[in-house]
């Protein structure tokens, strides 16, 4: 059972272009929603992340809107670039265990 | 130079040979983690471990073991039992409870000859 459901699997967008990955959930004990970026052959970076107490959180070109009544946080992209292209993965932390769940990723393509 | 290492960053396995794919970090943190990670499947935690001496499975652990000795390595062993090993396996570390940010090595991938 995912635990954390993302989506689009595939995103294309132009450069320039606001790219938007979308990530929902049901275990209202998570407290703790990152966001990482994966590039081909590496391990997963730390992007950006969020607590539940925040609606919004920015940091650059990366936005993350967090959604408690709904359980749904997404991650924005402005101005997106080539080097942008990369996998994304949602995750959420639950409050005991120490324990993350992470969702099945968004392969992102930014054209030139 | 912190950070967590990763060895081998290929490893090939023979038909019912025991693997063991090795992690190490110098961060001082005392949670660590291993995830599989399969095309279109995102990351599935194997096992992990919060302090040494001690680790839990986690959703996928069947056909693997671990061990946690030393606060800074946690290998994992990939058994003749686990009948599809062909993946790309992260560690991961994180300070500890209620420390949120988890922080992942360079990755293992693991191919069956």
């Known amino acids: 059972q995912q635990q954390v459901k993302q989506s689009p699997q595939s995103l294309i967008v132009q450069k320039g272009g606001i790219s938007i990955i979308n990530c929902a959930y049901e275990n209202t004990a998570f407290d703790y929603f990152p966001w990482y970026q994966q590039f081909p052959g590496k391990g997963p970076a730390l992007l950006i992340a969020?607590?539940?107490?925040?609606s919004e959180k920015k940091e650059g070109r990366f936005t993350i809107s967090f959604n408690k009544s709904a359980k749904q946080f997404s991650l924005h992209i402005m101005d997106s670039q080539p080097g942008d292209s990369a996998t994304y993965f949602c995750?959420?932390?639950?409050?005991?265990?120490?324990?993350?769940?992470f969702g099945t990723g968004t392969s992102l393509t930014v054209i030139p | 130079d912190g950070g967590i290492t990763q060895s081998p960053k290929y490893l090939f396995r023979k038909e019912g040979q025991n693997v063991t794919l090795s992690c190490e970090q110098n961060l001082n943190h005392d949670a660590m983690y291993w995830y599989r990670q399969d095309p279109g499947q995102g990351l599935r935690l194997i096992y992990y471990s919060q302090i040494v001496n001690d680790f839990q499975k986690g959703d996928i652990a069947e056909g693997y073991s671990v061990s946690r000795e030393k606060k800074e390595s946690f290998p994992l062993t990939v058994t003749s039992a686990q009948k599809n090993p062909t993946a790309f396996y992260l560690c991961a570390s994180n300070p500890g409870p209620w420390r949120e940010t988890q922080y992942f090595g360079p990755g293992t991938r693991l191919l069956v000859l």
């Open positions: 995750a959420a932390r639950r409050d005991t265990g120490n324990q993350f769940y």
């Open positions: 969020i607590r539940p107490d925040v």
